[in-house]
């Protein structure tokens, strides 16, 4: 620890005399400084052990004194040390009153001690406690090294906590907890989700000082990562401010996370190259080759059922955030979470995940688009994901791979069309074919297929269009048909010769027919 006053006193070679303030001396030495002038103020820093001789100062006035020593506390001197023998043989009574009385250590320095030992003897000390930190930070170094190459970030957090005498958390990229030491400190690590987040915004490296709800920890948050965006955080909590041993662990910690975070990146990155590998072998209907390729890296994610979502976002200028990459996130923090395997495969504008069916990857993306589909809904919305879409196919096996594949994009075209963030193929394959007429290309289809009729209808010289719509409701039933216009059948055949005759094509057709009476729903707005 740095020197204090007691230790100055206990000092046998200085033979330093207490004559007030006794009961303040544990308090840190900083430095020890020489002035003679009246108002020394202006140049103290704080936490000095101020040396005179009052060469310059009427010690025998109380008023001055104490006006004197008052600015010396104010301004944080921790002591002061007066040299008799020089210009007073004692310490005048009024100095010592006004030190007693504002309650600021005042020292009897002996004649036959020169101020340049007193700073020796405080450099020196402070010279030993910082080799001291400097020692322990070293061997707090190589613990946590040995520790991050034996037990992994697991065991790294245990002897950081231990250094620190706290507790310490690592966050993954989503900032949810992945590790914590000791034990208890993963659930009050868990409530600073939100100032984790908030240090993920800024680009690294970056931290900040926050404190914990309900607690009395000082918490120092720090971002981990080279990148513009951090991919993980370490939070270190503590009683009280860091020491420079414990500092020198803290920043070894910080190097040492963020080596192992860029390390797991590049691991990452070659992950994605095989699964990649992987999803072509899988489509092109290989699902023996794609088990040989990915060995246990998928573990039997390949076996299981599972479900392919395709997502799509174009290229974003000048954006903070990119939702494929936020996506991808999601999901594999969620799949670690759960010990679950996942295949993310990034494809320029396009995103393929292929994950196990009702796994926690799957419904962390189903979650992550909700939340931005309920953003949207938000006029004050800044909208910054609007133009991510995802398609979900049903759940499938490896040999149905390419059919996943063919849903997911099936249903990402239908999430576009609607303007919806996600859309599943169960659920289109389970609903109406009548929602999708609202395509406009279907739209402007209909109107081209049916203005003929509507233009003869125009001119007064009968009804064809409600007496088409009527026909094809009955499925050709002449009679029926006819009952529901109130014309006569030999009407009604008259006027679907003349729909023939008009549209240049056989209504005895089932696919002319079957385009007539969807065109006459696509532009009824039934």
Same mark, same amino acid.
């Given at each position: ?10 000092? !046998? ?13 544990? %308090? ?12 020394? %103020?202006?140049? +103290? ?14 010690? #025998?006035?109380?008023?001055? +004194? ?13 002591g002061l040390g007066f040299a008799v023998g020089v210009n007073y043989d004692d310490i005048p009574e009024a100095l010592v009153q006004a030190a007693r009385l504002e309650g600021l250590p005042l020292l009897e320095v002996p ?11 405080? !450099? ?21 090294? /040995? ?47 939100? *100032? ?9 490296? $970056? ?17 981990l990562g080279t990148g513009r965006r951090p991919r993980a955080a370490l939070a270190v909590g503590t009683a009280a401010a860091p020491g420079t041993a414990e500092r020198y662990a803290v920043h070894s910690a910080i190097a ?23 999803? /072509? +072998?899988?489509?092109?209907? *290989? ?25 799509? !976002? ?17 999901? #594999? ?6 010990? #679950? $395997?996942?295949? %993310? ?9 292929? $994950? ?19 953003? =949207? ?38 999430? =576009? ?33 049916? =203005? ?46 003349? %729909?023939? *005759? ?10 002319v027919r079957m385009e007539l009476w969807l065109a006459l729903k696509a532009t009824s707005g039934e």
């Open positions: 620890m740095p020197p204090t006053l007691a230790s100055l006193v206990h000092h !046998s070679a200085l033979k330093l005399t207490v004559r007030a303030g006794e009961d303040r001396l544990d %308090v840190p030495v900083r430095w020890a400084h020489v002035s003679e002038l009246a108002d020394p %103020v202006p140049y +103290m820093e704080g936490g000095e052990l101020l040396l005179i001789t009052a060469l310059k100062l009427d010690a #025998e006035d109380p008023e001055a +004194m104490r006006r004197y020593v008052k600015r010396l506390a104010g301004a944080g001197v921790v004649r036959r001690t020169p101020f340049l030992a007193i700073s020796k003897a405080v !450099s020196a000390a402070i010279a030993a406690d910082q080799y001291r930190a400097v020692t322990a930070g070293f061997a707090a170094q190589r613990e946590l090294t /040995r520790q991050a190459l034996t037990t992994g970030p697991e065991g790294l957090l245990a002897a950081l906590a231990a250094q620190v005498d706290g507790w310490a958390a690592l966050y993954d990229a989503s900032g949810a907890v992945v590790a914590a030491a000791p034990e208890w400190a993963g659930r009050r690590a868990a409530r600073l989700t939100a *100032e984790v987040e908030r240090l993920r915004e800024r680009p690294a490296p $970056a931290s900040s000082v926050v404190a914990a709800p309900d607690t009395e920890d000082r918490i120092e948050l720090h971002s040492l996370l963020t080596l192992t975070t860029e390390r797991s990146r590049s691991l990452h990155a070659a992950e994605q190259r095989v699964g990649a590998a992987v999803l /072509r +072998m899988l489509l092109a209907g *290989e699902p023996d080759h794609a088990r040989t390729v990915a060995g246990d890296l998928y573990g039997g994610l390949l076996d299981a059922p599972f479900r392919l979502l395709v997502a799509e !976002s174009p290229p974003r200028q000048g954006s903070d955030g990119d939702p494929l990459d936020a996506l991808a996130e999601a999901a #594999e923090s969620a799949a670690a979470r759960s010990g #679950e $395997a996942v295949l %993310v495969v990034p494809e320029r504008d396009r995103l393929v995940v292929l $994950a196990t069916d009702g796994g926690a990857a799957v419904a962390a993306c189903t979650s992550y688009a909700g939340a931005l589909e309920a953003a =949207r809904l938000v006029p004050e919305s800044k909208g910054d994901d609007a133009a991510l879409v995802v398609g979900l196919s049903a759940p499938a096996g490896p040999i149905a791979a390419a059919s996943a594949y063919r849903q997911a994009e099936q249903a990402l075209s239908v999430a =576009r069309r609607r303007g919806r963030v996600l859309v599943e193929h169960e659920h289109v394959a389970a609903g109406s074919v009548l929602p999708l007429l609202a395509d406009d290309a279907v739209r402007a289809f209909a109107d081209g297929l049916l =203005r003929a009729l509507r233009d003869h209808d125009a001119t007064g010289r009968g009804d064809l269009v409600a007496s088409l719509r009527a026909w094809l409701s009955r499925h050709g039933q002449w009679d029926a048909a006819a009952a529901d216009l109130g014309v006569h059948r030999h009407t009604l055949r008259y006027r679907m010769r003349r %729909v023939e *005759e008009i549209l240049g094509r056989s209504l005895d057709d089932p696919d």
